[in-house]
């Protein structure tokens, strides 16, 4: 590890707010890279990823978590579990909030799961690029007495407006420390972790609300494919082979994601592989079977199995 021992801002920032308020579309913004998955459809990230920021003065770790809700199964407890914990190991929250959309229910959900924090907390007034500004003035009129907001940021994870602002904040509040990774370290996910969300995302964005966060993906087997000569170079050309399973409910949705004729299906696959191509920077043959397993998001072991990939 090429750890450095001068003293720089070092500290964790946890990434918290109701789904799809732009949480993981801001972690990737400012990492430049994509380390979370992406969807239109509510409760897209499941686990804690951890996305590292490393510059010359700094190095912030954030926490991108599941979007908050009150949990039904056993899959949305270990959800919120993971934002629980989260919270206790922040040195900053950045409370995210959607600010094209009024006040609710779930956003009052949010404001109580963080009362009993003592953790400074920055509001992130997120999608100011499709909001109307008198309804954002009038968000942060709602918000500054809800909590002892340290800031108030209105940005747009979208088009990175104000994000470099957020990022001067951040810094001001995270303690003097030697650096915890090294400097090109930008995330603690497995390889196999990656490849299966990537896979669900396609899922995510080919089904409509039908099946909003009922699949789970598996990564069964990683290999190479086999070739015909020995040379180095043909090896390549003959790239990976990856099994994976889509785990799903019901059979219904066995045959919504395969598609009429197999279509749906295929297109998850060519969307899929195309990015892990570009990841694994070799010719990816994907091999999917959606699987029913019913209650899976109730089977601790299931959860296991996805978790530790
Ligand atoms: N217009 C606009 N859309 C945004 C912005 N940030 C995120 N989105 C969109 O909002 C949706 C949800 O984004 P995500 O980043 O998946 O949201 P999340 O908070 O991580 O959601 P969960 O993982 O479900 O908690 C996606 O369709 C994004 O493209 C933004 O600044 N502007
Ligand atoms: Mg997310």
Redesign the pocket.
């Known amino acids: 590890m090429n750890k450095k021992s001068k003293l720089s801002r070092v500290g964790y920032v946890a990434l918290i ?1 109701r ?8 972690l990737n913004y400012i990492l430049g890279q994509k380390i ?1 998955i ?3 459809k ?4 499941r686990t804690s990823i951890l996305g590292i920021k490393t510059t010359e003065e700094a190095q912030i770790i954030f926490i ?1 978590n ?2 908050v809700h009150k949990p039904l199964h056993r899959l949305n407890r270990r959800m919120m579990n993971f934002v629980y914990s989260s919270l206790e190991t922040a040195d900053l929250i950045c409370l ?1 909030v959607d600010a094209s959309l009024k006040y609710g229910h779930g956003d009052q959900f949010v404001i109580d799961t963080l009362k009993s924090v003592s953790t400074p907390i920055l509001l992130l007034l ?2 100011v ?2 909001s109307k500004k008198n309804k954002i003035l009038l968000l942060i009129d709602h918000y500054k007495d809800l909590l002892p907001f340290a800031e108030i940021i209105p940005l ?4 990175g407006v104000n994000v470099d602002v957020l990022e001067e904040q951040i810094i001001k509040y995270l303690p003097l420390a030697e650096k915890l990774y090294s400097d090109d370290e930008i995330s603690d996910q497995s390889l196999n972790f990656l490849l299966s969300e990537i896979i669900r995302e396609k899922v995510l964005a080919q089904v409509e609300q039908e099946l909003p966060f009922t699949t789970a993906v598996y990564i069964e087997h990683v290999g190479d494919r086999q070739s015909a000569g020995d040379e180095e170079q043909e090896q390549k050309r003959a790239g990976k082979f990856i099994k994976a399973s889509i785990l799903v409910d019901r059979d219904n949705h066995r045959k919504m994601i395969i598609g009429k004729g197999g279509s749906r299906i295929k297109t998850i696959g060519t969307e899929a592989r195309k990015e892990i191509e570009e990841i694994l920077q070799a010719h990816v043959y994907l091999d999917l079977h959606v699987k029913v397993q019913e209650g899976w998001r109730d089977s601790a072991n299931v959860l296991d199995l996805i978790e530790q990939q």
Not at 19 to 26: D, E, M, Q, R, Y
Not at 42 to 45: A, F, H, R, Y
């Open positions: 707010g789904p799809n308020a732009g949480k993981s579309t801001l979370a992406i969807s239109d509510p409760q897209t990230t991108d599941p979007g995210t997120n999608k690029d499709i747009s994870a979208f088009n």
